[in-house]
């Protein structure tokens, strides 16, 4: 690529880079296992978990603290925590939330009413929120894993204006064909679905053609 003074500049290659957002819904399992998968997969992750986020993964999970050895106990391979950068949600002037910081997909798992809502009218006052608002600036892939139900007026009315916005809204609502014999299955199946709306290849049981089904 040329520069403006006729240089030629090498771009460096990076590995695709998503912005993980966890707030406080329940459903840590999911956020846990999509963290590990894309980490596996040799994808740089920065994330970001909100106050209640926090109390989610402890009262879920046992996690008192947000790093890498709690998070991920089951990878071994250290180079994965090289991939993980960890973001304050109180720090709005990280790099994430920045439009010039380039990423593949932003995905909030799970995402609480409080946080949808807050994304929906724009409200960024915390990193988690001021993130997603900048994905959909920037006409990037935002995906909302929303886990509540039932869904009141509100909550309806943000995901239209959501959606309108360019986000994806993902409620964690799994599928029972593949007939799952543990929970794990059932997570698996939600975590596989974020990933194919992020582009990301996996090898979790989430198509309906591995239990010989037709449409």
Not at 31 to 39: I, Y
Not at 59 to 83: K, M, N, Q, W, Y
Not at 202 to 212: C, P, Q, S
Request: with cysteine; hydrophobic share 40%; charged share 20%.
């Amino acid at each position: 690529m040329a520069s403006g003074n006729g240089q030629v500049v090498k771009l460096e290659a990076r590995p695709r880079r998503f912005v993980l957002g966890i707030s406080g819904a329940a459903g840590a399992a999911y956020s846990l296992r999509l963290l590990e998968q894309l980490l596996v997969h040799g994808h740089e992750v920065h994330l970001v978990v909100s106050d209640y986020g926090r109390r989610l993964l402890f009262d879920e999970a046992g996690i008192t603290h947000v790093e890498f050895a709690s998070l991920c106990p089951t990878i071994a391979d250290a180079r994965a925590a090289t991939r993980l950068v960890i973001h304050p949600n109180k720090d709005v002037g990280a790099s994430i939330a920045s439009g010039s910081f380039l990423h593949d997909g932003m995905v909030v798992l799970p995402c609480s009413s409080n946080s949808l809502g807050a994304i929906a009218t724009s409200s960024g006052s915390n990193l988690l929120t001021r993130a997603a608002m900048v994905t959909l600036k920037e006409r990037r892939r935002l995906i909302l894993c929303h886990r509540e139900t039932p869904l009141n007026h509100i909550d309806i009315i943000n995901y239209q204006n959501l959606s309108l916005a360019g986000a994806v809204i993902c409620p964690t609502n799994p599928g029972f064909y593949l007939k799952p014999e543990k929970i794990e299955d059932l997570v698996d199946f939600m975590v596989g679905k974020g990933m194919d709306l992020l582009g990301v290849g996996h090898g979790l049981r989430t198509r309906w053609a591995e239990v010989g089904g037709k449409r």
